[in-house]
Nanobody, 127 residues
């Protein structure tokens, strides 16, 4: 059975930084594109970033572009989401997901494309 584990969520002040991690159990994360999604209370789940299996291409939602950076270390079977200049509106449960997805400009941020999901990690941005 394949598992994706997302972690690193916490309480942080506006303007602060946080790094989320995504690990895999039971499969090689490097085989798949990875997406990061988030869901705030009362809102639909939003795709915010993805990265190809090789790490050669990434895509970001406008809401996080320039503030968040996705990266991966296939040797460690890990994917990361570095979040800088956090805003209160970034408060949400964050999920990573993996699958054979095309990740490029305007593609890869649709949640229905991903089969393997983590359980989510809470990020709260508040003073």
């Amino acid at each position: 059975q394949l598992h994706v584990v997302d972690s690193g969520g916490s309480l942080v002040q506006p303007g602060g930084s946080l790094r989320l991690s995504c690990a895999a159990s039971g499969f090689t994360l490097g085989y798949y594109a990875i997406g990061w999604f988030r869901q705030a209370p009362g809102k639909e789940r939003e795709g915010i970033s993805c990265i190809t299996n090789s790490g050669s291409r990434t895509n970001y939602a406008d809401s996080v572009k320039g503030r968040f950076a996705i990266s991966r270390d296939n040797a460690k079977n890990m994917v990361y989401l570095q979040m800088n200049n956090l805003k209160t509106e970034d408060t949400a449960v964050y999920y990573c997901a993996g699958d054979n997805v095309v990740c490029e400009e305007r593609h890869g941020l649709e949640d229905e494309q991903y089969e393997y999901w983590g359980k989510g990690t809470q990020v709260t941005v508040s003073s």
